[in-house]
Nanobody, 120 residues
């Protein structure tokens, strides 16, 4: 039974930082790509940051230079360091993975429940 559990969300002021954490279990993480996505009510879910098996990364233009994705395979954990937060970063943040995922943001079959980030 694959589980992804996100944590670290919260309500913060613009300009501050947050670090999101996603821990996977029931899943052999052989370095498959992992990603952070976010969704705002009324809008489509969008990819935020992705990391590949070779630690290659991909960021959406809106977060490039402010967010950093990283992973610790020994802990089955992926992180999203978010700096200089803006109100438009508000949303429900999900982490996701799958053996078939790609840095194009496709093929993600396993998802967490999400953690809310509110920036005011």
């Amino acid at each position: 039974h694959v589980q992804l559990v996100e944590s670290g969300g919260g309500s913060v002021r613009a300009g501050t930082s947050l670090t999101l954490t996603c821990v996977t279990s029931g899943y052999t993480d052989d370095g498959h790509c992992m990603g952070w996505f976010r969704q705002v009510p009324g809008k489509q879910r969008e990819k935020v940051a992705l990391i590949g098996s070779d630690r290659a990364t991909h960021y959406s233009q809106s977060v490039k230079g402010r967010f950093t994705i990283s992973r610790d395979l020994s802990k089955n954990t992926v992180y999203l360091q978010m700096n200089s937060l803006k109100s438009e970063d508000t949303g429900l943040y999900y982490c996701a993975t799958d053996p078939a995922c790609s840095l194009r943001g496709t093929g993600f079959g396993y998802w967490g429940q999400g953690t809310q980030v509110t920036v005011s």
